[in-house]
């Protein structure tokens, strides 16, 4: 990084063309010759340099201003035309430019769109690496390394995120990653709340106290609720409500048949709902089946765990207790790895239209394996082993292992019986694990492991191309090389994927909601490990990852629903904790079922009430946003209205007696004696007085 | 009704004066000329006849039909800026007309608008009964006889009222009305479909069957759900949808200051919504103090009856059996009296802002009282008297009324105990009772008994003036004669409230869902009572209402709430029927409160299930009126996008090289170097290639 260049030569996007991976030369060069043609095509400037390592790097920027003005124009009043801007762009283009300042989200975007649109919607349609595009390996814009350098110096220094440093994200890096760090701030924010009630829980009540489940459940709707309508408000400033209306076409939806469109009257690629959602009915047993292999897994783990680490006392005992971390190292990534093909199988069959459905769809399935792998574990602890481990864990030694250890013996059932004892402590000491240990480890993964990596296959590269003796140094000229080489770098560079880090935030949250009562502190150490999540994010998007192409969104899309679901589990994991562990921590098993879902029913018709009752207040009170909408929205109208009116004006200037419209054809004789029999006002109040008059005077 | 004269005479609007309510002359006098001139300020012309009873008829008419026309372009305006209408209307208003129809509800509820907005909003500002015009007793338009005739005939020979026929009612009494009749029409269809299910579980299966309790809660979230989707539906045909947000002022909201608006920028009445909130928060203590009043009412009641009818031998007892329905009859109106006066003193305090959600509030406080009268009777037998009463009953003789028929025991209570019998069919007698007698009664009660009191009456009347002597003949003029008596007529009838209609077809829906598995017949009695409902609804709004002043609506608004909440407490409801009932009908008893629980639990989570699949599926279905919606905006849409793309050809046309904006201030020297290295697609092409054969080469 320390050879960065602060220029980016005006160039808008990078295309990397890797003609190594052709079949044969002949493909490489008609592909390569068709790229450029189609940039040239669409209006866009090229240069071509050499990428090393059997790439080509095809820099690419807009010919003529006039025609992205005209683009983003027309992109401005398709948002209107779908209610996402309340107002109408200015007719005349440049005026609406100048009146709103194009952002370099936008420009990308939009230069974006123009690149891999369909061609059949003018874009250039290239799909790296699909179809007739194989040999084009990405498309990405290139870092701006002085707001990079700037944006982590503000972060570094500043302990909340406040809307200007959001926007500032959401104007470089687009709505969609804006939205991931404004969720991340405002869940910092009231993981603030849940550390000082948790704290004070720890340190005041009793474990497992009521009081503090109560407390965090409602902690949990508040933030969920809050959230929800924190995200509207953010749309409505970032002019992007609605927008997931305005759906890409995806390439690979496959049409049964071509029919007329209901709505438009063309000619359109059509595959029936009906079948989608029979399709979708898969889902069903896939999820039934994943969860229910998993599940398996996790219990065979969780008992062999048991067995070795708690009743075994032959050899070796200190080699195997990592039987069970080895079966789920190698495991639950071969496991979940088939199901995800499956998933996407799956998902491809289920044959969406747009790109944000297929995302949605495929979003919901992976939760599913991400519920699992969380918090199984945790729940076979907590609702299996510790209220009946006595009773279960004795049948388990189908192999005996324990026999030599407490020697043999007739009734050797009821002796093992005697000797295996819960270990109450294992439930925290999970728990502790999976909200400290795992959570930093996992930053250290996702920050620290990369660039080691990096560095190592770099020199590998390096080494391996010097032993060969094909290392041949690239021509660049002097004035370029400095640029050149960090485009090369960057290009080596992963690319972002914004809905990682937002699973990750929402399995976090989801050990609140589940499992907080076990060990109040959870959100301390959540507290800590956001702090620098929110930063070391920031980073991983300016030096580790590609930059970024900016995508628009008007929420955290489908988390959303998976966030509201683990609150409502967390009503009913948080009483069934409650019930049966609270009081003495060992005076466990007396319990009964009637009791358990009495607490169960209980609890989660109170979810339902509080949640009712947080969203009704919610939306009583405006926030700044819908009050800017309703602000626009107001000024068009009254716009409107005052033209309006001003034709209603003259009409009532030329106005005369005519008979009103509908009823023309009845203006009788009679009717019109009926009506000339008092003349104005006048006359008929003087009817009136008249009739008044004789009434009281019979009285 | 045998001199009902077919012409209206032109007439728009009729307002009844009622100057011998007045305290003195003075003030009837002053009140008239007020309205006279009000009315003739707006536009209106005005003709006054004597209405008998010291009562006015001042007969309006809209002077203008320009002035109209203005009317109702500007409010067409209107719906298309608050999204009501996708299209604007055109701007020369008389062709805005031509093209689109003005129906008889839209002119009257225009010229009602015109009659009834505040001044600050450019109506008359006439409100009748209160404040400045408490003389105004009511105003309202005429029967139009022909279509009302046109109307019984028609829907007395079909079976089902389709499209056309709601659209009728629509276009003459408007969209309110027109919603519950379809919501009538859509409930009959489906109450077929349950009719269908109930006759062949009531034949086949057994009783309080687990497989007719599971079609019969799945036939009801089937029933919500559709109908959520036909109302948006049927909005989106008639051009209503969101018109619910469109709210008219309250007028008696009272402001708690004046605010500088932060949408309009202009000063307003200014009600803090957290107030507004607090005091809502007072509906809690209210709804349990309504409802603990109410069932400890039934309780009592229900255990006299017990005693009196089940347990009791004495003498008298063929009369002492009628003492709780005496009590009913006259403690629940009393007390529904009451709380109904403190929920409006609640609603008024709670000072809603517009008519709409002043409604909704009032709405969901008589929906407690209902849901209470209508179901705890039968909740406390199925779920009180059958599973505990051998237990509970004996208990309840603090009277020691029964001691004398069983002899003076020492050991009463057991002795009691054992002549004391539960009478299984005490619960299927109940639900047959509310189902087709009640059902019966209240059809006759609603359109049999008002024509014979208001017959009744008119004799009364005849007779009182003729024997005080004061009876004196009206001086209409000949031609008048026949059509001032029948205004006359139409004056005295009632104003008619479609909200009580709908109360009744969401209680009776409520039946189905709670307690269908006791008797299954109880759709079928429902069908039958809902065909003939169907068309008494209609008869009753001709000839005993006042032709309603037509509103419009979006849905059957706060009403779809409580369907969805009757839907899940039926799963509950339904679940525990089963679970105490199913097997042999004696067998009461053995059932553990676990069981119960679990039943319950289950079935609300597979409910939960159920409803949010049927959305799902529902959703991706396809329906007429959105389509046309979405063709709509879809042609609008096209006409803009075709004018925008104008602008862009325009400006490719004068395209010339242009440094693009953002980038204008780092054009320098170096970038336009590296721009400049290869000429057009074709230097670019050359350039690649010669990278890609060199590489080959060295390979």
Request: glycine share 6%.
């Amino acid at each position: 990084m320390d050879n960065a260049s602060p220029s980016n030569m005006g160039v808008d996007y990078v295309v990397t063309f890797s003609f190594t991976a052709a079949k044969d030369k002949d493909e490489a060069v008609k592909q390569f010759e068709k790229l450029i043609t189609t940039l040239d095509g669409i209006g866009m400037r090229t240069e071509v340099r050499d990428g090393s390592d059997g790439k080509l790097l095809v820099f690419v920027r807009v010919r003529s201003a006039q025609k992205l003005i005209g683009e983003v124009y027309r992109s401005r009043v398709k948002d209107w035309l779908h209610g996402v801007r309340p107002a109408a762009p200015d007719t005349e283009t440049q005026r609406s430019l100048d009146k709103e300042h194009l952002t370099e989200a936008e420009r990308f975007r939009i230069i974006h769109a123009m690149l891999t649109l369909p061609t059949s919607e003018g874009g250039a349609g290239i799909t790296p690496g699909k179809g007739q595009w194989s040999l084009v390996e990405g498309i990405f814009p290139l870092h701006d390394h002085e707001f990079n350098k700037e944006w982590m110096k503000t972060w570094s220094t500043k302990w909340t995120l406040g809307l200007d440093e959001l926007g500032d994200i959401r104007d470089r890096f687009g709505e969609k990653i804006a939205f991931y760090f404004a969720f991340l701030q405002s869940y910092f924010s009231f993981l603030g709340i849940a550390a000082c009630i948790g704290a004070g829980a720890y340190f005041i009540l009793p474990q497992y106290s009521l009081t503090f489940a109560v407390l965090n459940c409602l902690w949990s709707v508040v933030f969920v609720e809050s959230w929800k309508r924190q995200e509207v408000d953010l749309a409505v400033r970032w002019n992007v409500r609605n927008v997931s209306q305005l759906q890409s076409k995806r390439a690979r939806f496959q049409p049964e048949s071509e029919q007329k469109d209901p709505v438009t009257g063309e000619i359109v690629k059509f595959f029936p709902a009906w079948k989608r959602l029979v399709r979708q009915s898969l889902q069903i047993p896939f999820a039934l089946g994943a969860s229910g292999i998993l599940c398996i897994l996790y219990a065979v783990t969780f008992a062999i765990e048991v067995m070795i680490s708690e009743v075994y006392t032959g050899p070796f005992k200190s080699v195997l207790v990592f039987t069970p971390t080895v079966i789920l190292t190698v495991m639950v990534p071969l496991i979940t790895g088939t199901l995800s093909n499956i998933a996407t199988k799956l998902t491809d069959f289920e044959n969406y239209e747009n790109e944000s459905s297929y995302e949605a769809a495929m979003t919901q399935k992976v939760f599913i394996f991400n519920f699992i792998c969380s918090y199984v574990p945790l729940f076979l602890t907590a609702f299996v082993y510790v209220p009946f481990g006595s009773t279960i864990v004795p049948h388990l030694d189908i192999m005996g292992f324990m026999a030599p250890a407490d020697g043999v013996d007739a009734d050797g059932v009821a002796a093992q019986q005697a000797v295996f004892e819960i270990n109450p402590d294992r439930l925290r000491k999970q728990m502790i694990y999976f909200t400290v240990t795992a959570q930093a480890v996992n930053l250290a993964m996702e920050t620290i492991v990369p660039y080691f990596k990096r560095a190592a296959l770099t020199k590998a590269k390096e080494f391996q191309q010097k032993r060969s003796g094909k290392y041949s140094p690239i021509n660049d000229s002097p004035q370029e090389a400095k640029f050149l080489s960090r485009v090369r770098h960057e290009a080596e560079l992963s690319v972002y994927n914004v809905t990682d880090d937002l699973r990750e935030m929402c399995m976090q949250f989801g050990y609140l909601c589940l499992f907080s009562p076990i060990w109040p502190l959870a959100p301390v150490s959540f507290l800590v490990n956001n702090w620098i999540e929110l930063r070391s994010d920031a980073a991983k998007i300016c030096i580790e990852m590609r930059r970024p192409v900016p995508h628009r969104a008007d929420s955290i899309g489908p988390w959303l629903d998976n966030l509201g679901f683990l609150t409502w589990m967390g009503s009913v994991s948080s009483a069934v904790l409650v019930y049966l562990f609270s009081g003495e921590a060992n005076e466990v098993g007396g319990f009964t079922a009637a009791g358990l879902l009495a607490s169960v029913v209980f609890s989660e018709h109170v979810y339902f009430g509080v949640r009712l009752l947080v969203r009704i207040a919610l939306s009583k009170l405006d926030s700044p946003g819908l009050v800017k909408e309703k602000q626009e929205r107001f000024l068009i109208r009254r716009r409107y209205l005052q033209e309006s009116m001003g034709v209603d004006e003259e009409t009532e200037a030329n106005e005369k007696e005519v008979v009103p419209r509908d009823t023309a054809n009845v203006a009788t004789g009679e009717e019109r004696s009926f009506w000339d029999q008092q003349e104005g006002a006048k006359g008929a109040i003087e009817a009136g007085l008249s009739i008044i008059r004789e009434e009281k005077k019979e009285q």
